[in-house]
């Protein structure tokens, strides 16, 4: 990914459709914002012009129920870490997971949770 510095960041895999992104480097929030705008530009053209017009498709869900689901996008939850704050990475774990609550609920973007 090229917005990430392989000398000083990491991107891991978390499981389904879940990622982590630990930056060092200090534009770390401009690379983020960089990173939604990419994907949810390309998602974006996944979808046909009627699609893309009624931001997004009508279909089954996974119980058959017709509903609507809109056009993918991207979030990110992030939480600046002060390493002399925590004792514990479930601290840290908890945080993000709010912080990907945060995001999610936002509609998209990126949203910063303060430690």
């Known amino acids: 990914m090229e917005q990430c510095d392989s000398q000083c960041d990491f991107l891991g895999h978390i499981g389904g459709d879940d990622f982590i992104l630990m930056f060092q480097s200090p534009d770390w929030k401009l690379r983020c914002e960089q990173i939604v705008a990419g994907f ?3 998602a974006l053209g996944m979808f046909d012009e009627g699609a893309q017009r ?13 509903r609507f689901f809109p056009c993918t996008t991207l ?15 479930e601290q840290v774990a908890n945080l993000a997971a709010l912080a990907k609550h945060d995001a999610k609920r936002s509609g998209g973007g990126v949203v910063e949770r303060i430690a």
């Open 40 to 42: 949810n530009q390309y």
């Open 54 to 66: 009624a931001g997004g498709i009508e279909a089954e869900d996974r119980h058959g129920v017709l």
């Open 75 to 89: 979030s990110i939850g992030a939480v600046a870490i002060d390493g002399s704050r925590f004792t514990r990475a």
